[in-house]
């Protein structure tokens, strides 16, 4: 069995790549991994090292068709993680956002087609679906995106979508909540809040800091798409939720508990445009094909603000970065 994973350098497709490579998924035991990453900001092969050697990298970017049309042929599995993804990048600068997330996910499943790729899962997120005040988003609730992020993932979800009912390419989608976990690179909310207070620096909170997160650790995540890779259905949107709804307010909390930090530490700062209130997921549909969430809040974030104390020479150099 062959696999590609495009956008294995990033951090969640860096963790599924790690987890694959070291047994956790007994179905595809012995696969030949291919890692596709074009190696921007958020792609480090350092993540990577603890698999050094057991995978074929491709330098290249996923809009480049004829890279594509090379690479693809022969893999049995294509996930596509790659993506731009930091809500407050898309707003200074969404182009770059359009193009990964909607032509890059376009030019994967066209390559896809023409290679006859037996299998193909999306990476998604519950922003396409805006923002909810009570109850949880169902896989058929209505694509309300908010953010140049948000509307670029939902583009890039509708294209798979069609791909799958017009050309019968097996495809399927997943969205997950909030992800946390080592290898996170440091402008997205838990790793920034636990390098600045073990760097002696503020943790800047948006607005009231009521704004409300359901938290998946990034290896639930990873076997919550492995089993939709296995055993998804063409077209079909299954969600991953996590186990810790909460507000910014409460996640800040923890942190500042793990490390004996105080709230002297936070600092408010305007909110974000267009700041979505809630995200919830309902995942019943995955966990009637068996899903259940291993990782606690509590017990993830503990590991979670370990790893990065114990891993200062990976995550400063990324802050210290021009």
Same mark, same amino acid.
């Not at 023409?114 to 805006?130: H, I, L, M, N, W």
């Not at 949880?136 to 992020?149: F, H, I, K, M, T």
């Not at 290896?219 to 492995?226: A, L, P, V």
């Not at 936070?266 to 974000?272: A, C, G, I, L, S």
């Given at each position: 069995?062959?696999?590609?994973v495009t956008g ?47 995978? #074929? ?23 596509? =993680? ?7 990048r898309s707003i ?7 193009? @990964? +997330?909607?032509?890059?996910?376009? #030019?994967?499943?066209?390559?896809? %087609?023409? /290679? ?32 140049p992020y948000s509307?670029?993932? *939902?583009?890039?979800?509708? %294209? ?13 989608? #997943?969205?997950?909540? +909030? ?9 997205? /909310?838990?790793?920034? =809040? ?16 009521? +704004? ?16 939709? *890779? ?16 909460? #507000? ?16 002297? @530490? ?36 503990? *590991? ?6 114990? +891993? ?11």
């Amino acid at each position: 069995m062959r696999i590609l994973v495009t956008g294995g350098a990033g951090f969640i497709g860096s963790h599924y790549v790690r987890t694959l490579l070291g047994g956790g998924f007994p179905a595809y035991a012995g696969a030949e991994v291919t890692v596709l990453d074009r190696l921007t900001y958020a792609g480090n092969l350092a993540n990577l090292e603890p698999v050094d050697g057991g995978y #074929t990298f491709v330098h290249g970017d996923v809009c480049d068709a004829e890279l594509l049309a090379e690479v693809v042929p022969g893999h049995d599995v294509v996930l596509n =993680f790659a993506a731009e993804s930091h809500v407050d990048r898309s707003i200074e600068g969404p182009s770059a956002f359009v193009r @990964t +997330n909607v032509l890059g996910t376009q #030019t994967v499943l066209q390559a896809c %087609l023409e /290679a006859a790729v037996p299998r193909v899962v999306q990476v998604s997120t519950d922003e396409v679906y805006g923002s909810i005040e009570q109850g949880s988003w169902a896989e058929d609730a209505p694509l309300l995106p908010r953010s140049p992020y948000s509307a670029a993932k *939902a583009g890039g979800d509708l %294209l798979a979508r069609a791909y799958a009912v017009t050309h019968g390419l097996p495809v399927s989608i #997943t969205r997950c909540g +909030n992800n946390y976990g080592p290898y996170q690179f440091p402008e997205k /909310a838990v790793p920034l =809040f636990v390098t600045n207070i073990l760097e002696g620096r503020a943790i800047p909170m948006y607005g009231d800091g009521e +704004n409300v997160r359901d938290w998946v650790h990034v290896d639930d995540h990873c076997r919550g798409i492995q089993l939709v *890779a296995e055993r998804g259905e063409p077209g079909e949107v299954y969600h991953i939720a996590g186990t810790a709804e909460m #507000t910014n307010l409460e996640l800040i909390g923890h942190i500042l508990a793990e490390l004996d930090a105080d709230w002297s @530490t936070v600092e408010r700062v305007p909110d974000r445009k267009g700041h979505d209130r809630r995200y919830s997921l309902d995942d019943s549909k995955l966990r009637g094909m068996g899903y259940a969430p291993a990782t606690g809040f509590e017990e993830g974030i503990a *590991a979670t603000v370990r790893w990065y104390a114990d +891993n200062p020479s990976w995550w400063k150099p990324l802050k210290d970065a021009p």
